[in-house]
DNA sequence: CAAGTCAGTGAACAACTGTAACCACAACCG
DNA sequence: CGGTTGTGGTTACAGTTGTTCACTGACTTG
């Protein structure tokens, strides 16, 4: 037990996080399913039973990139989604706020995309709830927004699920278009504007 | 080579079907990539060494059931897609298809949804290339529907994704709630035809 | 400073993997 | 009918896997 810090401790976070990273390199080409402890350790440099000081299992290290990987992502909800003067400038800022994201984080991104439907199943439930969080958070906000009065609780939860799939479906269509030609990457770019604009059209005239 | 019929042909076919059978079950639980060419034999009970008179690896076998999944799947986008009197109607009816595509095929459908962002590069190419015809077909019939005078091309390769993605998102939804409750099944059909109506009505106010 | 804690090591294990070479025998074709 | 074709079976190999156990030695604590 002992106090949260002192070298022993900080070393032991060092050769966690270097496990995490190389899982998640290895975890470009392959699903999680198939990543072994073996080699991920491997990848380190360090001895194969170091590992279970850090995970149980590969589908342990998993839930654990799933928290690292989303995480972090929830205090970028509110920014998100704050309203602007103009609607085109909030999406323009949205999907600029992703490309951003895709392109500093792409291993992160990949790995949800991934290990979303991916076969571990305690890792699927993570990337569940993180997503759900989500689909709260991004509620909460259009609730907050003055085109919300009349709409129903269950109404705000679909259109915050939608924002939420459609903000996976960006980042993922970013991630393949990544090193792509200048030109087919801005041309997803512009698709995910013209969906995010579809789906605010349909918002404003729901009440019809 | 020979002709196409035949005892010998049969039984081969007879065989390769019992792999695909076997493979399809057994990725219930796991990804493909993680999926042991000895692991489908044993299934099926025939010898390792016999897997490879019919695929050249687990790759090969994955190619082939993105084609059993989704290549049969092409003539439903005609009467999916086609007009109703009701655009509720319309919506209502989409989403009861869904829903029995899921409840009749679910480890297709798992499959799909699993690989489409899985580890296993051709198997991504063939979900990609199939998902890329179904938006070619889409985007025909919305073509020819009256409310789309007036629509760029790029609209229209737009909106088409837009209801590509929709449709997988709700499949997989179908089928994370395959064995639920009643009460969140009919929660699940309810926010699918919710958010087709949101996409309908952005899509009627789309030329304002 | 002595005692204890604990991250990382090394060897060993049974079980598993993909693949190669060779064989058997039923279906096919001339 | 007799020779050829080719699906599937058998045996074997060299690597890999997850997990166990006892261990070392640097850090921490009283």
Redesign the pocket.
Known sequence: ???T????????Q???Q?LLDAALGLLEEQSLSS????????AV??????????F???ADLGVALVEEALGSLHPMIRTTMAPAEDDDERIGRAVELIARHVAAHPAHVRFVARERHGGVQPVRRAIREQLARFAEEVKAELAEDASAAGWSEADLRMLAGLYVDQMLITASLFLETLDAPEEERRRAVETARRQLRLIGVGRAHWLD
Chains 1, 2 share one sequence.
Request: net charge positive; proline share 3%; aromatic share 6%.
């Open positions: 037990m002992s106090h810090s002192g070298v022993r401790q900080a070393q032991k060092k050769t966690r270097a990543l072994g402890l073996r080699e991920v350790t491997r440099g360090v001895a194969p039973t170091a590992f279970y000081r850090h149980r299992s590969t």
